[in-house]
């Protein structure tokens, strides 16, 4: 929310103030000025992500109409949205919201949701057919697109299939310790898990690339149109592997990321005036571990808290990755500093150091704001626009386990 719309809000909220007000998103200004909007994603289209730019719901879980009248999450109940179901004369689910926002170009997944039926009695995907969407599946081949026109692809029933696996499907695992460590910590031995490589997934098979989606949201937004466009690219399992202490399917998503900025930089080339910036919402539990420990020459057997992955690399090194947030099924998100890089063109409006309320400021800045002025000093750069100021509670998005 805070980078969609430049306000900090609580807890599980999409793009709504405590209050529950609506707050503006970049992408409902840019479609309001005339632009086209995408949003590309290798998560289900109504998480979070994706869903804080062109819906506003109470509570993330809200994703289609029947979790707007209240779901369960593990077994665990999750809040209900009752005052934003059609039912109640409210805008709708997640899935609802997005069909209807005006956006041109929805790929990623999520599947499920546009099978559900709508108080009208009619499925989601019967409604974004009728709001204009050319519905595809898996066996479109998206560069045979024709341009322009108004795409909907769900392609897995929530989050799409990772590319890269560990060996035989293995994730991070717990050292095996003697009994005798157990009685002291200076004692016994501790066996740390074995090295894996990581495979093709096998029910990645069919499932269309990050890159692939991107260069057919690409060809429909900037196609015969003056006015330019707002694309969201969300390389979503770099995190969502990170939560299942998966190393390989999070590395997988990295490689899928740098083949989609490859592909952005080469459409920036031949369109001069696009900004790229590329940026993270939160970090992630995995952290990268000396391997073997600074510490092994010591006859303490010292080992990682949490589980550990022992990757080997292309070059035949090993690459030690820990997760040690809790105990339980899921990792969670860390406070760290995430990156922030952007082409040249973008760069007049960022800082080396930006809150995320700021990023939004900045590209807020570039689409809607006259160009800065060029200045001699190259280190000078564009102000950015006051802080958008905001009675909402302070959140971490650190918190939100489940993006």
Request: glycine share 6%; aromatic share 6%; charged share 20%.
């Amino acid at each position: 929310t805070a980078l969609a719309t430049g306000t900090i809000t609580s807890i599980g909220r999409i793009a709504t103030d405590i209050e529950d007000n609506d707050l503006p998103t970049i992408a409902e200004r840019a479609l309001s000025e005339g632009l086209r909007v995408g949003l590309v994603t290798t998560s289900s289209l109504t998480d979070a992500t994706p869903a804080a730019f062109l819906s506003h719901v109470s509570a993330r879980s809200c994703e289609g109409p029947e979790e707007v009248l209240g779901s369960t999450y593990y077994g665990i109940a999750q809040p209900a949205c009752l005052s934003d179901a059609l039912e109640n004369s409210g805008p709708g689910s997640i899935v609802e919201q997005l069909v209807t926002s005006g956006a041109h170009v929805l790929l990623g997944g999520g599947e499920k949701f546009f099978r559900q039926l709508t108080v009208r009695g009619n499925t989601v995907a019967d409604l974004a057919q009728s709001e204009g969407f050319h519905i595809i599946d898996r066996d479109t081949q998206l560069e045979a697109l024709k341009a322009p026109q108004r795409l909907l692809g769900a392609f897995d029933d929530e989050t799409l299939e990772v590319r890269w696996r560990g060996t035989k499907a293995r994730v991070a695992e717990s050292p095996e310790v003697s009994w005798l460590h157990h009685i002291s910590n200076y004692l016994g031995e501790v066996t740390e898990p074995e090295p894996m490589s990581c495979e093709l997934n096998p029910d990645y098979a069919d499932t269309p690339s990050l890159a692939a989606m991107s260069r057919a949201a690409l060809h429909q937004l900037a196609f015969d149109n003056p006015h330019g466009f707002f694309l969201m690219i969300e390389s979503a399992s770099i995190d969502k592997q990170s939560h299942k202490r998966n190393p390989c399917g999070s590395i997988g998503e990295i490689e899928q990321l740098e083949e989609t900025l490859a592909l952005a930089m080469d459409f920036a080339d031949s369109h001069p005036d696009t900004a790229i910036v590329v940026t993270a919402d939160h970090a992630q539990a995995a952290q990268i571990l000396p391997e073997p420990s600074l510490y092994a020459r010591y006859p303490i057997p010292l080992y990682s808290p949490g589980r550990t992955a022992r990757v080997r690399t292309p070059e035949g090194g090993m690459l030690r990755i820990n997760y040690a947030t809790n105990n339980g099924f899921s990792e969670e998100h860390t406070g760290a500093n995430v990156p922030l890089f952007a082409n040249g063109v973008a760069s007049p409006w960022l800082r080396p150091f930006l809150r995320q309320r700021e990023v939004y400021q900045a590209m807020s800045s570039f689409l809607f704001s006259p160009p800065p002025v060029p200045s001699k000093d190259s280190a000078e750069k564009a102000p950015l626009p006051p802080p958008v100021r905001s009675e909402t509670k302070p959140n971490s998005e650190a918190d939100q386990t489940r993006d």
